[in-house]
């Protein structure tokens, strides 16, 4: 099984949602930030992040993609507990939060209801996230799943992310370790990689 350290802050791109509405949504893109480093008025925190997409499905046909970091923790105060709680349609146990990972969120389906962050901007957070009715028609997929892990890096799939996660991500220590993070060359990259993904090959988190 995929292993993936889970744990908010949101974007929505594409068509404007309705806030309150709620829309049948699939997971399919997931990204580790690594541990992102915020000063805010003098105070530091340090918190692993990740980054998660939906494509979310109107009755008129329309999609649009929705956008929302979570700090990775599944501690039950945490807000992608909260979500996952919800998308699980029970509140998870300590043995099932050791079991939640990229595997089980990517491509599932949901229903997720967005509304504004706050009264003064216009920016969607995610508001709830149930699961999927017994009988609902699904809606098809249009976008390949892509799934990026510092843990194990592939450049294919960070290539595919956007270009603000990217940069996002080479900011974190955990990719500022990495061996070719002072060196930035695709082909480069390519090659190293595969060499990284031999080295660690048996002790692969995904």
Not at 18 to 37: F, H, K
Not at 88 to 101: N, W
Not at 108 to 122: K, M, P
Not at 136 to 142: F, L
Request: neutral net charge; proline residues 8%; aromatic residues 10%.
């Amino acid at each position: 099984m995929n292993s993936f350290n889970l744990n908010a802050f949101a974007k929505a791109y594409g068509n404007s949602p309705e806030p309150g509405t709620p829309y049948p949504s699939i997971c399919n893109r997931l990204a580790d930030c690594g541990t992102q480093i915020n000063n805010y008025m003098g105070k530091v925190t340090e918190l692993p992040k990740i980054w998660v997409s939906f494509e979310c499905h109107s009755p008129d046909g329309e999609m649009f993609t929705h956008n929302q970091f979570f700090t990775a923790s599944t501690n039950t105060k945490a807000a992608l507990r909260k979500r996952l709680d919800e998308w699980h349609g029970s509140p998870l146990t300590r043995e099932q939060c050791k079991t939640i990972d990229a595997s089980w969120m990517l491509g599932r389906v949901g229903i997720l209801t967005l509304d504004y962050a706050n009264e003064i901007d216009d920016r969607m957070t995610i508001k709830s996230m149930k699961p999927a009715p017994e009988g609902m028609e699904i809606p098809e997929q249009k976008y390949p799943n892509v799934l990026f892990s510092l843990a194990a890096p592939d450049l294919d799939m960070f290539m595919k992310l956007p270009s603000g996660v990217q940069e996002m991500i080479k900011k974190s220590p955990e990719w500022q370790a990495l061996p070719f993070a002072h060196n930035w060359n695709a082909e480069q990259l390519r090659r190293q990689l595969a060499r990284v993904k031999e080295l660690n090959a048996e002790q692969q988190p995904f």
